[in-house]
């Protein structure tokens, strides 16, 4: 899926000053990409866990175990946005070398959405400012 490059790339741009500093539109046309990105997941994930408090370990363990021996997956993405109700929901989904979504026989995304009320220290710190990270 190539949103995941335009999001990637254009927020690469922004740190490195290569398009200067954000205009209004520039911001609300990646606001756009990070929901209808988000929309999207959601609909491809209406069943999610809940948890209290999401940790790193958790986000970790669950690529590690469900990554199998697909050889398509050559790395996995988390998206962080703002919960539904509260809290944060973080959906996991794994990408091939060309950052396309690996999908499911059905069509669907290899992945899952978690809503959390908390994510642990080590999760906020993966995070950092950005809503996207891509783990290899």
Request: aromatic content about 8%; glycine content about 10%; hydrophobic content about 45%.
């Amino acid at each position: 899926m190539e949103i995941f490059d335009m999001w990637r790339s254009a927020m690469s741009r922004f740190r490195q000053g290569r398009v200067g500093v954000p205009t209004l539109d520039d911001l609300k046309s990646l606001g756009r990409m990070v929901s209808g990105l988000g929309e999207f997941l959601v609909e491809q994930f209406p069943v999610f866990t809940t948890t209290a408090k999401f940790s790193a370990e958790e986000a970790m363990g669950w690529f590690t175990a469900h990554r199998g021996d697909d050889p398509r997956i050559a790395k996995g993405a988390m998206l962080r946005t703002s919960g539904e109700r509260h809290g944060w929901t973080v959906t996991q989904v794994f990408l091939d070398a060309d950052n396309a979504l690996v999908l499911k026989p059905d069509g669907a995304p290899l992945g899952r959405r978690v809503n959390a009320i908390e994510l642990d220290a080590e999760l906020q710190d993966l995070f950092g400012d950005e809503q996207l990270v891509v783990v290899e």
